[in-house]
């Protein structure tokens, strides 16, 4: 007899604030080959083990002590508290478990507790919106990997990107909507950046991404696994749920690493235009992420706001994610519940998506 159950898997934090955590769970994070996608993999793992991750450990491990709470990391304490209420809404109907793509509770130790509490079928929710080979793909792959050295074989299933999935943007704008009530000169909606390259090399016609004049508005099925196109449409879809009017708000993308263009523009660079132009009251949204963490916490609520004030803004707002709110509960529920009922785990407006990995892979 067959037995379901759930899996959501999101990014993951150091064990701790010290440097050797923070420096453990780095290596772990960088050396991901869809991270860090250098060839040959020895001059990546020298690069993050020899230069990045010594130079960045100390500098992060001070980051996280700025946002760390007496339960521990905010994205794993958040995301313990969304598969609690998530089992709760679901009750009897399917178990749901929890695992980080780096560090703990690891892929592999959660897969291996569900195939000793008797589950076949798995119904796997990467908690991330968009595709990325650095995201939603590494999710993917890492538990597949982790599932062909199991004892018995579970039967995985992939919830598609949702980015503009209807329920989705609802749940955006239910959880956004009292700030946006605020009175605000700009709304800022920064993603999680990604190098241009990434998006040429997801383009599996090699064809369309950076190459066509407004590639991310032209029609392309390369849009399956195209970031910025999918960012874009998330913005779309929820300016025009909210009513915002295109000069009411702005895209821009944070976090980069030098050495290579990545995705503009860039969200610092933007926190220092705006003011300038008279926007002097900024909302900042980060809908790249379901959970609040490093980036959104320090990086934009706490640097980027700094460096807004510094530049002559009057007010600055961030706007959480959706963390474990009722709205973001309700959409993870409905997803679940039509793959109970035996519909695909895709999203509404992503169903055109027909393998499970990206042809990327």
């Not at 989705?168 to 390259?197: F, K």
């Not at 999918?230 to 976090?255: D, N, P, W, Y």
Request: proline letters at 7%; one cysteine or more; glycine letters at 4%.
């Amino acid at each position: 007899m067959s037995k379901r159950a759930v899996l959501l898997v999101n990014l993951g934090s150091p064990e701790s604030t010290s440097v050797p955590h923070v420096r453990r769970y780095l290596r772990e994070f960088l050396g991901d080959e869809r991270v860090i996608d250098i060839n040959p993999r020895w001059l990546a793992k020298l690069l993050v083990n020899c230069v990045i991750t010594p130079t960045r450990a100390p500098k992060s491990a001070k980051a996280y002590q700025e946002i760390w709470t007496a339960e521990g990391s905010p994205l794993v304490v958040t995301s313990k508290s969304v598969r609690q209420k998530l089992a709760t809404e679901l009750g009897s109907e399917a178990p749901v478990y929890l695992a980080m793509r780096y560090d703990q509770p690891s892929i592999a130790s959660v897969l291996a507790q569900m195939i000793v509490d008797g589950v076949t079928d798995v119904l796997l929710f990467p908690q991330y919106p968009h595709y990325a080979m650095s995201s939603w793909e590494t999710v993917v792959v890492k538990v597949q990997d982790e599932a062909a050295k199991l004892t018995r074989p579970l039967a995985i299933e992939t919830v598609q990107p949702f980015y503009e999935d209807a329920d989705y943007i609802e749940a955006l704008y239910q959880v956004s909507a009292p700030y946006l009530a605020m009175p605000h000169d700009m709304l800022l909606v920064s993603y999680h950046g990604i190098p241009v390259r990434h998006l040429r090399k997801a383009d599996s016609s090699k064809a369309h991404c950076t190459l066509v004049n407004d590639c991310c508005n032209t029609c392309s099925p390369a849009h399956a696994t195209c970031y910025k196109a999918q960012v874009l449409k998330t913005t779309q879809a929820f300016v025009k749920r909210a009513g915002i009017t295109a000069e009411k708000h702005t895209v821009s993308f944070q976090s980069r690493l030098a050495g290579e263009p990545w995705l503009t523009p860039y969200t610092d660079f933007e926190l220092e235009r705006l003011p300038k132009e008279g926007k002097k009251r900024l909302l900042v949204m980060t809908p790249a992420f379901v959970t609040d963490c490093l980036e959104t916490l320090e990086e934009i609520a706490g640097e980027g706001k700094e460096e807004f004030l510094h530049a002559g803004g009057e007010w600055f707002q961030h706007v959480p994610c959706l963390n474990d709110q009722p709205p973001y509960i309700d959409f993870l529920a409905g997803r679940v519940r039509a793959w109970l009922g035996g519909r695909k785990p895709v999203s509404v407006q992503a169903g055109q998506r027909a393998q499970t990995l990206a042809p990327a892979v």
